[in-house]
C-alpha cells in the first residue's frame, strides 16, 4: 500500500511539472509568434485576456465534469464570496503573467515562479498571522534556491531571445508573483477543516467567477471582438 501511494506521488509531481512546462512554452508561443496576414503584415496576438477566458471556460467544463461523474462529493461549505476574492488575485495573477512573455523570455519567467512559495508564506502570515516552522521556511529556502541555480547557472546559447528581457517584464513577473501569493494564502485560510471544498470544487467555483468576470472585461474593452478578428484572420493560432 505505501508503495502504492509512493507512485502515485511521484506520478502526480511528474505530471504537474510536465503540464506546467508544456503550458508555459505554448503559452510563450502564442504571445511570441508573428502571424502574417494576406497584406504580408506580420502581427502578434496581444488578446491576454481572451486567452485567460478561454483557458477557465475550459477548467470549469474540466472540473464540472470530474463532479458531475465523480460520486461522494458533498455540498461546499464555504461561501462564493470567498471564491470571488479568490478569482480576483487569480485573474490578477494570470493577466500579468501573460502580459510579462511580451517583454521577458521563459527562463526568466520560471525564475521569477519559482519563488511562489515565498510569498505564499509571507501573506499567510501578514494577513492570518500563520506560524511556520524552522523545517517548512528550511525546505521552501533550498526548494527555491535549488530552481534559481538550476535557471541560472545552466549553458546559455546566447540567442537573441535569451537577451529578451526588460525591466517592465520583471515587474510584471513580480506582480504576478504578488498575485499568486495572495490566492495562495486565501486558500489555505478558507480550504481547511470539514466544510473545506474538494480540489476539483476549488477549481469549478475559482474559474466560473473568473470567468464572468473577465466576460465582462472583454465586453468592457471590445477584447473580445477583436482577438475573434484575429483567430477568424490566423486559424492556425487555435491549434
Not at 511539472?17 to 512554452?25: D, M, N, S, T
Not at 475550459?58 to 458533498?74: D, H
Not at 479568490?86 to 520560471?110: C, D, Q, R
Not at 498571522?129 to 541560472?152: D, H, L, N, Q, W
Request: aromatic share 14%.
Amino acid at each position: 500500500m505505501a508503495v502504492k501511494r509512493d507512485l502515485e506521488f511521484v506520478f502526480c509531481v511528474v505530471g504537474i511539472y510536465f503540464c506546467y512546462v508544456y503550458y508555459a512554452v505554448l503559452q510563450e508561443r502564442i504571445t511570441t509568434t508573428k502571424y502574417v496576414n494576406e497584406d504580408g503584415l506580420a502581427e502578434k496576438f496581444s488578446h491576454t485576456m481572451f486567452m485567460m477566458f478561454i483557458q477557465c471556460v475550459a477548467n470549469s467544463i474540466f472540473a464540472f465534469c470530474v463532479l458531475f461523474f465523480l460520486p461522494g462529493n458533498s455540498r461546499c461549505q464555504v461561501p462564493q464570496r470567498v471564491f470571488f476574492s479568490m478569482s480576483l488575485t487569480y485573474i490578477g495573477g494570470m493577466l500579468s503573467s501573460y502580459e510579462a512573455l511580451k517583454y521577458v523570455n521563459f527562463p526568466t519567467t520560471v525564475l521569477i515562479k519559482s519563488c511562489k512559495m515565498l510569498p505564499v508564506m509571507l501573506m499567510n502570515f501578514l494577513l492570518y498571522k500563520r506560524r511556520y516552522s524552522a523545517r517548512e521556511i528550511i525546505c521552501v529556502f533550498f526548494i527555491t534556491a535549488g530552481v534559481y541555480v538550476f535557471t541560472v547557472f545552466k549553458p546559455s546559447s546566447g540567442s537573441k531571445a535569451e537577451k529578451f528581457n526588460t525591466p517592465a517584464g520583471v515587474l510584471l513577473s513580480m506582480l504576478s508573483l504578488a498575485m499568486d501569493g495572495l490566492t495562495g494564502a486565501q486558500q489555505d485560510q478558507h480550504c481547511k477543516g470539514e466544510s473545506r471544498p474538494s480540489g476539483y470544487q476549488l477549481m469549478l467555483f475559482m474559474n466560473r467567477w473568473a470567468v464572468l468576470q473577465l466576460a465582462v472585461s472583454l465586453i468592457a474593452t471590445g477584447q473580445g471582438t477583436e482577438a475573434v478578428s484575429f483567430c477568424s484572420r490566423h486559424p492556425d493560432v487555435l491549434v
